[in-house]
């Protein structure tokens, strides 16, 4: 078993295996035609860039030099970095070997070389072997929320990891005003973004209620999200196509 950085040759078997992946995870609960569109969302034309991006992190496991699995993670955050991982695929043919647990601590180690002080994974919670992977692992559950998929809404469950700190690294919130209002960023809460990272941002200090993003290129929050969970800013046009379930993030 080699674990590698992914290349522009591995898209088609990165498709594959995401395919097969979500269909054993999820078929269960979702429409088949919602996973197809989603693998085709993705992981299309736009995936052999996106393994060259600086923020991007995609480790594939090569079995025999067959792709069996792979790990698709993001740096994003200010004044902590986060490593997310965004989707942690393994084919269902090879599940049960310690392919995932494998590719999961080289994952965390290349994060961390990095510079990620906080480590995140989310599932839907209808996929409780995904839950239950991260937990066993160390991770712990630090939030959950609703997203939409068709006409349906599902529970998301969000976990998390201080690799090689005694507790919680969070930057602090940003208070900005708005329209009057006083609105606070997390700057180690974000999406990537096609000229700078997108920040959540929450209208309490609490981080109980979302107000929206804070865009880091131009430091607006004219951000909108259409409906197929696309962001943009409306002032510089940064923008972010999704890469997961994730139209919760509004």
């Not at 599902?154 to 208070?175: H, Q, S």
């Amino acid at each position: 078993m080699e674990i590698r950085e992914a290349t522009a040759a591995d898209t088609d078997s990165i498709r594959e295996v995401a395919h097969e992946s979500l269909v054993a995870s999820y078929g269960h609960g979702l429409d088949e035609r919602v996973i197809d569109d989603s693998v085709d969302e993705w992981y299309g034309d736009e995936l052999a860039d996106e393994l060259d991006a600086d923020d991007a992190v995609y480790l594939v496991a090569e079995d025999d030099g067959e792709v069996v699995a792979f790990s698709q993670c993001y740096l994003t955050g200010k004044g902590g970095v986060t490593g997310e991982i965004s989707w942690l695929h393994v084919h269902p043919d090879h599940r049960g070997s310690g392919v995932g647990a494998r590719l999961l601590t080289t994952t965390e180690e290349t994060l961390v070389d990095h510079g990620a002080t906080r480590l995140t994974g989310k599932v839907l919670a209808l996929n409780e072997a995904g839950a239950d992977f991260y937990e066993h692992h160390g991770y712990e559950e630090v939030d959950g929320r609703s997203i939409d998929l068709g006409d349906e809404a599902y529970d998301e469950r969000v976990f998390a990891k201080y690799p090689g700190t005694e507790g919680e690294v969070a930057a602090p919130l940003d208070p900005h005003e708005v329209d009057g209002e006083t609105v606070y960023v997390a700057f180690d809460e974000s999406d990537r973004g096609s000229q700078a990272p997108f920040y959540l941002a929450y209208v309490d200090e609490d981080r109980g209620d979302r107000y929206g993003y804070f865009c880091g290129n131009c430091e607006g929050f004219e951000v909108t999200m259409d409906s197929m969970g696309r962001v943009l800013c409306n002032d510089c046009g940064n923008k972010r196509r999704p890469s997961r379930w994730d139209s919760a993030y509004l």
